[in-house]
């Protein structure tokens, strides 16, 4: 009964490495942000965020100057204007409430202009991610800058540099790289192999 145990452990271990997966990963937030059409969507999500802002703070000032006025001549007021003029400051406050709620709410209108004008932006990407999988025969790429949480990254398997230079970004540059530049200035007789890292294959 041992030895089938171990047989079938030994035959599922050399099942598995004759089809290992390759797989990579990549830092999809560093590239974004490295995209010249994000900083453009960027600064369009502000100028829009900043005139909805005015917009909502022009609404709910009103209703503080409503109030300010109620509040002067309420002691004039019967009993019929004062319920008129609560209900019309109610009314107004329900209004700039709302508004706000639909704009910067949970999927409101900023929420889907940022959908808006990423689309494109995240669909270039992933058609350069499918590219450079296909090239360098990668079977799974993950995002290391996203939900799931990766505890170790090799460098070795990280194809953000490729992503990039498929989308004519300038790449990051390597810490090894610049750390062993810094140590061959200060050493003469480092050697020169360790002044560049190889990118995965």
């Known amino acids: 009964m041992k030895k089938l145990v171990i047989y079938v452990l030994l035959y599922f271990v050399c099942h598995t490495a004759a089809y290992a997966q390759k797989i990579g990963y990549c830092d999809m937030?560093?590239?974004?942000?490295?995209?010249?059409?994000y900083?453009?969507?960027k600064e369009e999500m502000n100028s829009f965020s900043e005139k909805w802002a005015k917009e909502i703070r022009d609404k709910f000032?009103?209703?503080?100057?409503?109030?300010?006025?109620f509040m002067a001549e309420e002691i004039l007021l019967t009993e019929e204007i004062k319920k008129r003029k609560q209900e019309e400051i109610s009314r107004i406050e329900k209004e700039a409430t709302d508004y706000n709620n639909r704009i910067f709410g949970m999927d409101g209108v900023l929420f889907e202009k940022k959908k808006e004008l990423m689309k494109p932006i995240m669909e270039k990407i992933q058609r350069a991610a499918d590219k450079v999988s296909i090239q360098k025969r990668v079977d799974?790429?993950?995002?290391?800058?996203?939900?799931?949480?990766?505890?170790?990254?090799?460098?070795?398997h990280d194809y953000t540099d490729y992503i990039m230079e498929e989308l004519g970004l300038e790449t990051k540059p390597d810490p090894k790289q610049t750390t062993a530049s810094?140590?061959?200035?200060?050493?003469?007789?480092?050697s020169k192999t360790n002044s560049t890292t190889k990118k995965p294959k």
């Open 29 to 37: 937030e560093y590239i974004v942000s490295k995209m010249p059409e």
């Open 39 to 41: 900083q453009k969507a």
């Open 61 to 69: 000032a009103e209703v503080d100057r409503k109030q300010r006025e």
């Open 140 to 156: 799974f790429m993950f995002d290391k800058s996203g939900g799931v949480s990766m505890i170790y990254t090799n460098p070795r």
């Open 182 to 190: 810094s140590t061959a200035t200060n050493t003469p007789a480092a």
